[in-house]
């Protein structure tokens, strides 16, 4: 069974730059690794994936802005986002999946998920 512990996050101002990681323990990361947000009041968002593949997806939004790695002998995904923004605060998580997903997915497509951790842009 995986566990998925988010890090990384904080107070950052707008334009700044922020890393999260995301550590997998026991089978260690799935074949799809995601990362979603969910602000106050709004739907959990999906943010970008990477398969085992190393392709990687985003959404719209934070296209050209973030970035999406992962070390699997590290065990750890990555999401380094920069350019931020004042709208970019939300809860992040980090969620995995046994199965091969390609562009934006629910979150019903993911199985495990992180506790979660909150990123704050300052405007």
């Known amino acids: 069974q995986v566990q998925l512990v988010e890090s990384g996050g904080g107070l950052v101002q707008a334009g700044g730059s922020l890393r999260l990681s995301c550590a997998a323990s026991g089978r260690g990361l799935k074949t799809t690794m995601a990362w979603f947000r969910q602000a106050p009041g709004k739907e959990r968002e999906f943010v970008s994936s990477i398969k085992r593949s190393g392709i990687d997806d985003y959404a719209e939004t934070v296209k050209g802005r973030f970035t999406t790695s992962r070390d699997d002998a590290k065990n750890t995904m990555y999401l380094d986002m920069n350019s931020m923004r004042f709208e970019d605060t939300a809860v992040y998580y980090c969620?995995?999946?046994?199965?091969?997903?390609?562009?934006?997915?629910?979150?019903?497509?993911?199985?495990?998920w992180g506790q979660g951790i909150q990123v704050t842009v300052s405007s």
């Open positions: 969620a995995a999946s046994d199965n091969y997903h390609y562009g934006p997915t629910p979150p019903s497509a993911y199985d495990t």
